[in-house]
């Protein structure tokens, strides 16, 4: 029976701890972002890469889209920067994705649920490497959710 008590005083310290562990900021990350226009030809797509290169971070910035409107060619612009003695777990800060639970995301996504006509509009979507797994999160366009009042607690 001594031993049954501290096997639980143990597993009772040990889920204290991980209570009150800090959440692992992202070791990676991307974000997707696609541009929607009811005038089809105007709709593009944005990616931003961000990742460790050392002690440094390396940003990605991508757009495919059309040449133009008149032009079904497509176009792939990029460019890339080097931020300096940066994690990506640092550029993110206190809006870690790796702390978003997609359960909490989609009930505060349902709760500000929104109808407005449509003529153009923009969706995220968010992959980030959180230690040993990844989250992939997805926020639709604001016309069908209101962003601006979407409050997430994080644990």
Not at 17 to 22: C, D, M
Not at 131 to 142: A, K, Q
Request: hydrophobic share 45%.
């Amino acid at each position: 029976m001594n031993e049954m008590r501290w096997r639980l005083l143990i597993t009772g310290i040990l889920a204290a701890i991980a209570q009150g562990a800090e959440i692992a900021a992202p070791s990676q990350f991307y974000i997707v972002s696609r541009l929607f226009s009811d005038y089809g030809p105007a709709s593009y797509y944005r990616v931003i890469e961000v990742k460790p290169d050392g002690p440094d971070s390396l940003v990605r910035y991508l757009r495919v889209a059309r040449v133009n409107l008149y032009c079904p060619r497509i176009i792939v612009q990029s460019a890339e920067a080097r931020l300096h003695n940066t994690s990506p777990g640092e550029l993110v800060k206190a809006s870690n994705p790796c702390a978003v639970k997609q359960d909490a995301l989609n009930a505060a996504l349902k709760k500000y649920t929104r109808n407005e006509g449509v003529f153009e509009a923009i969706s995220f979507g968010i992959v980030a490497q959180c230690g040993s797994s990844s989250i992939s999160l997805g926020l639709p366009i604001s016309q069908i959710v209101d962003l601006t009042s979407v409050r997430l607690k994080v644990e």
